[in-house]
C-alpha cells in the first residue's frame, strides 16, 4: 500500500510542477498531440496511486486487483485530463472591436464641438471608455448626448445629437 501511496504523491508533485512550469515539458508529446502531457500524466499517476492504495486498504484485495483499478481509474482520469486540456486550448476568442462597431452607439461630448470642426466625444467600445474626435453638422455643446453616425478615419467620429 505504502508504493500506491507514494505513486499518489508523485503525480500530485508532478501536477504543483505542471502548474509551476507550465507546458515547459508538453512538447514530449510529438504526434500524440497532447496526450502525453504533464497534466495527463500526473493524474494518470495520482489516480493510480490514490486508488490502487484505495482498493487495498478497504476491500482488503491484493497488489495485482489494486494495481488493475489503479491502472482503470487512471486512465479514465487521464483521458478525462486530455479532453479538457484540448477544449481549454480550442477555446476561441472573440474577435477583436473595431471603430466600425461604434456606428449606432450613444456617447457624451467632453470637448464642444464646433460647426464643421473637431471636438472630443467619450464613447464605449467592447466596454471600456474611448476618446474619439468627433465632427458633427452643427454646434454641440459639452455634456451633450450623441448618436455615432459613422467612423470616417480610426481616431475620428461622425455624430449628431440625440433628440429626445
Known amino acids: 500500500m505504502a ?4 505513486l499518489g504523491i508523485v503525480g ?19 504526434a500524440m498531440d497532447g496526450f502525453l502531457s504533464l497534466p495527463v500524466i500526473a493524474g ?10 484505495i482498493t487495498m486498504g478497504a476491500a482488503g484485495t491484493g497488489a495485482g486487483v489494486a494495481t488493475s483499478a489503479g491502472v482503470a481509474v487512471g486512465g479514465v482520469v487521464g483521458w478525462g485530463t486530455w479532453r479538457l486540456s484540448r477544449a481549454l486550448l480550442r ?4 474577435p477583436a472591436p473595431r471603430g466600425e462597431d461604434l456606428t449606432g452607439t450613444s456617447g457624451t461630448v467632453v ?5 464643421g470642426g473637431y471636438g472630443e466625444v467619450l464613447v464605449y467600445l467592447a466596454g471600456q471608455p474611448v476618446k474619439y474626435a468627433a465632427k458633427a453638422a452643427i454646434p ?3 455634456g451633450t ?8 478615419s480610426v481616431t475620428s467620429i461622425s455624430v449628431r445629437p440625440v433628440e429626445r
Open 91 to 94: 477555446d476561441g476568442t472573440a
Open 44 to 53: 494518470f499517476v495520482s489516480a493510480l496511486g490514490f486508488t490502487g492504495a
Open 145 to 152: 448626448e450623441v448618436w455615432v453616425e459613422s467612423v470616417p
Open 111 to 115: 470637448t464642444a464641438i464646433p460647426a
Open 140 to 142: 454641440v455643446a459639452r
Open 3 to 6: 508504493w500506491f501511496l507514494g
Open 12 to 30: 500530485l508533485v508532478l501536477l504543483v510542477l505542471c502548474l509551476v512550469f507550465d507546458g515547459v515539458l508538453d512538447g514530449l508529446g510529438g
